[in-house]
């Protein structure tokens, strides 16, 4: 191994601090056309991506109203159904009763009939 003393360690430091400056330096300013260039199509490329988001957005809103239609449908249909079965029962209901009522005025009758 090899040892450095002070002075060499120093001039290291210094030409490696003038390395990296070279190499910052050596990057495209602000206004370079190809650093313009990216900057341009990473915009495009964002404008493209905030477009798809709302485009799903507007799908998937589009499909939560007809999900939500449907689902009233279904509930109107089924409340109309309970309705009818409800009022279809309370006249089976009356007409069974009627029966009944009839079946035992008939064998009151009878009975009268008898005495």
Known sequence: MKHQDFSE?????????QAMAAKFRQRPGPDDPAVAERRVARAAMSAARDARMAERETKRLAEDAHIAAEREAHATERAEQEKRMAAEKEASDARLQAERKAARDARYAARKARK
């Open 9 to 17: 360690r120093l001039d290291a430091a210094k030409n490696a601090k």
